[in-house]
């Protein structure tokens, strides 16, 4: 069965090769069956592997998108009467905000304009001046932008301040290599489907076994996205407390093997080099960038539209979508811009095809940059 290739550009889902799109095609299970725990097992294992865990660390599935795990993550690890300090650089820093108000969980907000790298001393006076922080929670790349927040330094800070470390790498796990030993992070949480380049569904969090222990006891404030009752569950059971996306786990395996058979630096190089190609062919073009190049992901790149009369975000968009290439709108406020994300199935040659087709619809549009 031949399946058409659509180059996705958006941040997520990504493209995905045609083996973790066939390994979903599998009998039926019942998730309750032994040959599917051991699955899950596996899995569990592999992703600590991913970021350099070692048995001083685990990871918990939950059934949903990277938003549901976020909740899990934010409702969980905040002790009861004390606070959360969240840095919010971004719309998926301020949607952890919005979480723990929803939660009506203590926290207090760590803003900076978006687009904009957070201020270190910010963070290390927020912390100091309020002990009752418990927690510091960042985005390490804040999709939003394209910013890759400053991971090693937001961790010194935290370790510093002996607040637990809670890290959002929903678009940066196994697309940027993460070490979460020497970074200090206690819980981070990603996806299925972004830089691990599986299909969406599942959601998860790795985390030091100290700091999930740490939890066991507070009250839980959700029953679904309870993130120690989850662990519990697996712990004793192998099993989800409710029931799995079945074929996205399958489609997870394959993902992770497809990763391993990679190798980290290498699809970080393939990543790195689809930026690079992406960032030059823009700028030939007469783009210009929301951020500098040195504050970029090499993975998302965050572009100004152009002043032109004749140039349409949506008609863009439908012209390009017809040649099998999706872009995404952008997220700075009243400012206009696009984003192009350069995750997944993906190589320099797709970005140059990519360029190729843009530069078509410009023509078509009458759009002129320089």
Known sequence: MEIKRNILLNPGPATTTNSVKYSQ?????????????????????????????????????????????MDAVISSVVPPGKKIAIVNNGAYGERMVKIARAYRIPFVEIAFKWGTMPDLEKMEKTLKKDRAIDCLAMVHHETTTGMLNPLKEAGVVAARNDVVFIVDTISSFAGIPIDIKNRGIDF???????????????????????????????????????????YDYFEKCGQMRFTPPVQVVYALRQAIKEYFEEGVDNRYERYTKSWQALRKGLRE????????????????????????????????????????????PG?????????????????????????HALKEVLFEMKVKLS
Do not use: W
């Open 25 to 69: 095609v599998v009998p039926d299970i019942c998730p309750r069956e032994r040959e599917f725990s051991a699955i899950m097992a596996r899995i569990r294992k592999d992703l600590v592997k991913i970021v350099k865990g070692d048995e001083d660390y685990t990871s918990i599935l939950f059934t949903g998108s990277g938003t549901a795990v």
């Open 188 to 230: 981070i949480f990603s996806t299925s489907n972004k830089c691990i380049q599986g299909m969406a569904g599942i959601s998860f969090v790795i985390c030091r076994r100290k700091a999930l222990d740490s939890i066991q006891d507070y009250p839980p404030r959700s029953f679904y996205l309870n993130l120690y009752q989850q």
């Open 285 to 328: 073009m007469g783009f210009t960038f929301l951020l500098k190049e040195n504050e970029e992901s090499h993975i998302l790149t965050t572009v100004i539209e152009p002043d032109n009369p004749n140039y349409d975000f949506e008609t863009m968009h439908d012209l390009l979508y017809k040649r099998g290439f999706t872009i995404y």
């Open 331 to 355: 997220k700075i406020g009243k400012k206009g811009t696009f984003r192009l994300a350069n995750m997944g199935a993906i190589d320099r040659k797709d970005i140059n095809n990519f360029l």
